[in-house]
């Protein structure tokens, strides 16, 4: 396979300013008609040939300038691609291919569901459509026509907005579709079948009026108003935050149940993963509600981050994803709380992105190379992307960022372009010179930071001296400091806040001030400190980086004190984490784990005060969890954290009972369901107590729960705690809910789920067993996921049985799955390749398994890149 390298960038030899296409659908065999008007791009040298990629396609015809092109003018490559040379500086191509969407079991390029048409066309999808420069910096303006049976497939959707439908004889019918606004073909799309559509209306700031429209299968029809009221409020926030307005007649959803992640933003026709969609008070948990409601946002900011301003190349992809999920971060901290919010996505940052950047695959926000782009879908791009657009914001101020968005966007409207666009629209904006920052984009690592401090009474001066180291990845030895901003506030020895001087400055600021970091170390003096204070730092985690040097006394004043709620919930975190791994330490030693009576102190408080946010009081009492563990340890041991973390839970749980029971039961759900922020905070807490309590050993209540539970989220809850468990009751339970929800796939995703991360000796036979049963189907993406991802990313201390097996398992599935969905089978080996952080036992199975996905013939590109770079 080829490694493709950012510095071999060279633009297109020919732009293409219109594309006209026509489908004849038909599951086994599709015509695809293409005629495309080119022009050689003024960039290009003037005698380059024309590159059109291609692949798995039958070529029937090409014709150019309206002449059939003779085999000899064709050259084809072995990636399926096709060069032509001689052409004019001004040509029109007509091509006629068959493709077969029927037997596209990969879900890229054009594919059926359910008997249903969909695309996906990012990255290289659309290659598999059309021969076609199929690279987002050829953008041109698309025309669409559909022609298919008009029974069988009587929707026919494409991008932009509806230009005329008719009947095209012999049963069939067709509709023409006009896009005005010129995009690369990643965001192309189809959609045909038998849909039915929910319907409403938005009237944008300038008073167009757009029909909003989610297309499911029929049936769906009354699971689709959250994700329409989503859609509403993302449209709103966007044109109050950004003015940045909708710029279509018509904005319609598709919802697919087979589908490679979580939706796709094709102009005016986004595709979703039903999973992103569909939701009932019945059949969807608060986390998938809410999971609704950050992607349908996601896909709707990308109309202008990523949409109308794209990516010059692939390895600008966190330009459009990181900027848009640092928009749809901030768009739900604005619909909820926006502390919790903020803990739930750092959450999520140092479970995937942080062992990600100490793994094999660690990558620059901006990678130097890649083999398959389907790879670098990254929590690195996405999630430290978006860390990396708050490092800009915070740097320069909210104020100076929506100039910096204002200009960006007015500069770069309806082009390709780079992260230096980005960072220079921001950087004229503020006056700021953030050059600094593209460290943040090309350097891979997450960088340490250390903090100590001084306190000098006579002078009353307070230094804090903060130093930042980042560790070597694989290709980056050498790493380089750079820029920190640390939001912070000094605290006296009562836990009141105090004002800050630093020296030189004239007066005190009261509340957070942001310290910048610059070089490998600084210090920073304040002065009229009246006592010893204790520093909070990195306020509302305002870099993505490991903050070391802070000792256990700290850690619990300020989980107590601090004004930054952010800062209470990760002292707290950090000092559980602190007295865990030190049991950890003495469970490998085979001595007893004592208890540290902090930890019980700490809960009784959180309980009494929970009432004030029971959602930030959910996130104070769940123990660091395992994976979180497993990352602070050079070498983890799986087993070892989870049989702390299972220790310390009943421990707790007994000391604390009283107090967990009485909030449980005053919790307990009356009126209507709602799942507005509060009572989605009440549901948490009430099953965060629960888990203790079954953790402590009151098993019935979680069986009482599952038996009247009137929502997924408390049905959900009891179900992973009783299976867990031994005994009839476990298995009635999981026997009752796939019986009551065996015809909805999206429950029983879940139903597999709590199976596949039962923390129970028997987890890998019963893993194997759930394979092989008649509901698990490997071809469905979400199906896999939520058996194999979730046995191997979400069992830690069974997959990492020293037999070997949980190792065995994975590669046996990815083996399987590789030839069906390449992508799919990419994304599923990744915890193979954590295998330096295991002990030298557990290494060398990993290593032998990744060997044997090795040796397979016939690997994909991505799942080669993935296990040959693990066995670097
Ligand atoms: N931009 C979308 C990415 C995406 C994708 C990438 C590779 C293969 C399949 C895919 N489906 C969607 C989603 C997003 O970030 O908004
Ligand atoms: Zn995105």
């Keep these: 396979p080829v490694t493709i390298r950012r510095s071999d960038y060279a633009p297109p030899t020919f732009l293409v300013d219109t594309v006209e296409l026509d489908f004849d659908l038909d599951a086994a065999s599709t015509t695809v008609r293409?005629?495309?008007?080119?022009?050689?791009?003024?960039?290009?040298?003037?005698?380059?040939?024309?590159?059109?990629?291609?692949?798995?396609?039958?070529?029937?015809?090409?014709?150019?300038?309206?002449v059939v092109l003779p085999p000899?003018?064709?050259?084809?490559?072995?990636?399926?691609?096709?060069?032509?040379?001689?052409?004019?500086?001004?040509?029109?191509?007509e091509t006629v291919v068959r493709i077969a969407p029927e037997t596209n079991t990969s879900l890229s390029g054009l594919y059926t569901s359910g008997g249903n048409f969909y695309t996906q066309c990012e990255a290289e999808g659309f290659r598999r459509i059309t021969f076609f420069p199929d690279r987002p910096d050829v953008m041109s303006r698309y025309t669409v026509t559909i022609t298919a049976d008009r029974a069988r497939v009587p929707v026919l959707l494409s991008n932009g907005n509806p230009d005329g439908a008719g009947d095209a004889g012999e049963g069939r019918h067709r509709a023409r579709w006009v896009d005005p606004h010129p995009k690369p073909s990643y965001l192309f799309a189809l959609v045909a079948g038998d849909l039915v559509a929910v319907s409403d209306r938005f009237t944008t700031r300038s008073g167009r009026d757009v029909a909003l429209n989610i297309w499911v299968r029929r049936g769906d029809e009354d699971r689709c108003g959250h994700a329409m009221d989503s859609l509403k409020r993302s449209m709103t926030w966007d044109e109050d935050i950004y003015g940045l307005e909708y710029d279509l007649d018509v904005f319609n959803i598709a919802a697919v149940s087979d589908f490679n992640m979580g939706a796709m933003e094709n102009k005016g026709l986004n595709v979703f993963n039903t999973k992103y969609v569909l939701a009932s008070q019945e059949s969807a948990t608060d986390g998938d509600w809410q999971g609704i409601e950050t992607v349908i946002a996601h896909e709707y900011f990308h109309n202008w981050t990523g949409n109308r301003v794209t990516c010059r190349d692939w390895f600008q992809l966190s330009l459009k994803e990181g900027l848009t999920v640092f928009r749809d971060q901030?768009?739900?901290?604005?619909?909820?709380?926006?502390?919790?919010?903020?803990?739930?996505?750092?959450?999520?940052?140092?479970?995937?992105?942080f062992p990600e950047d100490a793994g094999p695959m660690?990558?620059?926000?901006r990678p130097d190379s890649y083999i398959e782009i389907d790879n670098f879908y990254t929590p690195t791009v996405y999630q430290k992307g978006a860390e990396v657009v708050r490092l800009i914001h915070t740097r320069i101020g909210a104020t100076a960022f929506r100039r910096g968005m204002d200009l960006y966007t007015a500069r770069n409207d309806n082009q390709a372009v780079t992260i230096e666009d980005f960072v220079t629209a921001m950087q004229d904006a503020s006056g700021i010179d953030l050059s600094a920052f593209y460290g943040w984009y090309d350097q891979a690592g997450t960088p340490e930071l250390t903090a100590s401090d001084s306190y000098d009474p006579a002078t009353r001066r307070f230094t804090l001296t903060l130093r930042q180291q980042t560790p070597p990845t694989p290709g980056q030895p050498d790493k380089h400091p750079v820029p920190i901003p640390v939001a912070m506030g000094l605290l006296g020895p009562d836990g009141a806040p105090q004002a800050t001087r630093l020296a030189g400055e004239n007066a005190a600021q009261p509340g957070t001030r942001t310290l910048l970091l610059e070089g490998t170390e600084q210090s920073f003096v304040f002065e009229d400190v009246p006592a010893p204070p204790v520093p909070s730092l990195l306020r509302g985690f305002s870099a993505p980086v490991r903050l070391r040097g802070v000792t256990r006394d700290r850690l619990r004043f300020l989980a107590v004190h601090d004004t930054d709620p952010f800062v209470r919930w990760e002292s707290g975190l950090q000092y559980a984490a602190s007295v865990m791994l030190e049991m950890v330490a003495a469970q490998q030693r085979g001595e007893p784990l004592g208890f540290d009576a902090a930890l019980?102190?700490?809960v009784a408080n959180t309980l009494a005060a929970a009432g004030d946010d029971p959602a930030f009081a959910a996130e104070a009492l769940s123990l660091p969890g395992e994976g979180f563990l497993a990352d602070q340890?050079?070498?983890?041991?799986?087993?070892?954290?989870?049989?702390?973390?299972?220790?310390?839970?009943?421990?707790?749980?007994r000391r604390c009972r009283p107090a967990l029971r009485a909030t449980y039961d005053a919790l307990a759900e009356t009126g209507p369901y709602r799942i507005d922020g509060t009572?989605?905070?009440?549901?948490?807490?009430?099953?965060?107590?629960?888990a203790y309590l079954t953790a402590a050993g009151d098993g019935p209540l979680a069986k009482a729960q599952f038996d009247t539970a009137t929502n997924m989220t408390d049905s959900l809850a009891a179900l992973s705690l009783l299976a867990d468990t031994d005994g009839a009751a476990r298995d009635k339970a999981l026997a009752t809910f796939h019986a009551r929800w065996r015809g909805d796939d999206l429950v029983l995703d879940k139903w597999f789920s709590i199976q596949a991360m039962a923390a129970r000796p028997d987890a890998i036979a019963a893993v194997r067993a759930l394979y092989t049963h008649p509901d698990f189907d490997l071809r469905n993406p979400n199906r896999a996921r939520s058996l194999i991802g979730a046995f191997a990313s979400g069992n830690p201390s069974q997959f990492h049985d020293l037999s070997g097996e949980g190792y065995r398992f994975l590669a046996d599935a990815v083996i399987a799955l590789d030839p069906i969905n390449g992508s799919i089978a990419a994304r599923l080996v990744g915890?193979?390749?954590?295998?330096?952080?295991?002990?030298?036992?557990?290494?060398?199975?990993?290593?032998?398994?990744?060997?044997?996905?090795?040796?397979t013939p016939n690997l994909s590109k991505g799942t080669f890149e993935k296990v040959s770079k693990a066995l670097l």
Excluded: Y
Aim: net charge positive; proline share 3%.
């Design 34 to 66: 293409a005629k495309l008007a080119l022009r050689r791009n003024p960039a290009a040298a003037a005698d380059a040939p024309l590159h059109l990629d291609g692949d798995g396609l039958t070529l029937v015809q090409a014709k150019l300038d309206g």
């Design 72 to 93: 000899e003018r064709l050259a084809f490559a072995g990636d399926g691609s096709l060069t032509i040379a001689g052409l004019l500086d001004v040509a029109v191509l």
């Design 330 to 353: 901030e768009f739900s901290a604005d619909m909820g709380s926006r502390a919790v919010k903020r803990i739930r996505d750092v959450r999520g940052l140092r479970a995937a992105q």
């Design 362 to 365: 660690a990558h620059p926000v």
């Design 600 to 602: 019980a102190e700490a």
């Design 633 to 653: 340890m050079e070498i983890a041991d799986p087993v070892a954290i989870h049989a702390v973390r299972q220790h310390l839970r009943a421990e707790i749980g």
């Design 679 to 690: 009572a989605i905070g009440r549901r948490a807490l009430r099953n965060t107590c629960l």
């Design 831 to 855: 915890p193979l390749g954590q295998w330096r952080r295991q002990a030298a036992a557990r290494g060398t199975l990993m290593r032998r398994e990744l060997q044997r996905v090795l040796d």
